[in-house]
């Protein structure tokens, strides 16, 4: 049976599958904590809000210290996965540029599976809730979402022609993230009140299957290897493909052309800087809804996800709008910064239900800069060397999400008692570093404003000489 080039759907039921557990998996967490530190069955209320007047001050130390070992758990979790899953996110995607794209996708759907079928165990058997730490050790030795993502995101490059269709494409595809995320976070909630945590994490797993079956019989390959390579794939790598993997990393940073590597330096330092701020503050926000005095109940945290994922919506109609009108590309980023900024700051000082939904709005734009960056960097290079730039991208992106977990849980654990908020305006604060960075390539004067050329021409000396000869005239950023 012939194969289809569609990695679409994977990407959507993906992001369903996995929303549809993340926000319970806190949840879930903060219910057995608490059942463990007080002895007590959790307080579930019909109610909007779990808070009460007249709550006694055990009631809010206890609160306050769940709030605490929650934030520790996470940053357990994070520290454990971070670099086994960096590892692998840069090996495979990499290596995809030799053997392959399907192996990036297939590799993390089947980590997912076992981290799925691992809290579906602890959660029907009620084990140890820390064993959850182990699970999240071991997926991550299969890659993760930055492998899974840079496999995807690699994928549609190859399938790409031109600049502005890689953009919209790569937009589009956080867009299927953000929508397929968005249903499942709304029916989180109400998911887990009519039936369990079981039956969410039954549902996803067998998504997961779905996808999995999808990715390995009827997905095809984009990277098409000679007899020759397919003889050498079928045994274990050998030094040779490892140099040359490298060397196509390296490639990317240190290519004949100056000043095509210190746009691709600033460009990917931006996507680090601005996915550390904005993973880093989205990752505090369910204990923040838990926490007084919002206290908010599964309906409205499932609410509250989905809201919050429809960013990916208006970011891909914002993204589709400002390219057909010609804005350019640095404005497109910087206005998904400005986005993020006030989103944070707002949140940081919502104490009510309503404000908490209204510090969304600001945030409508803020996942403009994620595919916009991406397309920049990639119509920098060939397409033989779209794996080592989203592997690349994927370990950016990946260190910068893990690590950002791991800071803003200790932020948040230290600062609960006294101010939950700090750590958003932190995130905020920190959003200045690639607004700083963003202003260094108005500096430079580059303008990637789609003209209508093509983007191919702009690598290297093998494909265009004359590139190198004259920067003024550089093709490579429009």
Known sequence: MKGLFLVEPIIAIYAFASFLIYPLVQQYVYRRLWQQLTNTTYPVSDNSSRCTSDSGS???????????????????????????????????????????RKITIIMPLIGSLLYNLSFLAVSYFELNVYLLIGSTLVSSLFGGLGTFLGGCFAYIADLCEDGREKTLRLAGADMVIGLLSGVASLASGYFLRAAGFNWPFLTSTLCQCLILLYAVFILEETVKMSPHDAIDASGPPCWSSIRQMWSGICHLFAGPDRRCNIIMILLMLILSTFSFAHIGGLSMITLYEL???????????????????????????????????????????LMGILSVIAGMVLVAFAKTTLLMFLARAPMLLSIMPFPVLRSMMSKIISKSEQGALFACVAFSENLSSNVAGTIFSSIYASTVRWYPGFCFLVAAGLCLIPLALLGALGVLGVDVAEQGKDSEALISGEEDPAADENDDDDPLLN
């Not at 899953?85 to 540029?97: F, P």
């Not at 206290?295 to 996800?305: F, R």
């Not at 429809?310 to 640095?330: D, H, K």
Request: hydrophobic content about 45%.
């Open 58 to 100: 055990n009631e809010s130390s206890y609160h306050e210290e769940v709030q605490r070992q929650a934030s520790l758990f996470s940053l357990y979790s994070g520290l454990f996965s971070m670099i086994p899953s960096l590892t692998v996110t840069l090996i495979l995607v990499a290596y995809s540029d030799q053997r392959g």
């Open 291 to 333: 926490n007084k005095p919002l206290c908010w109940s599964e309906i409205l945290i499932g609410y509250g996800s989905a809201l919050s994922t429809t960013v990916f919506l208006t970011s891909f109609v914002g993204v589709l709008l400002f390219t057909y009108c010609g804005v350019p590309q640095l404005l497109i980023v």
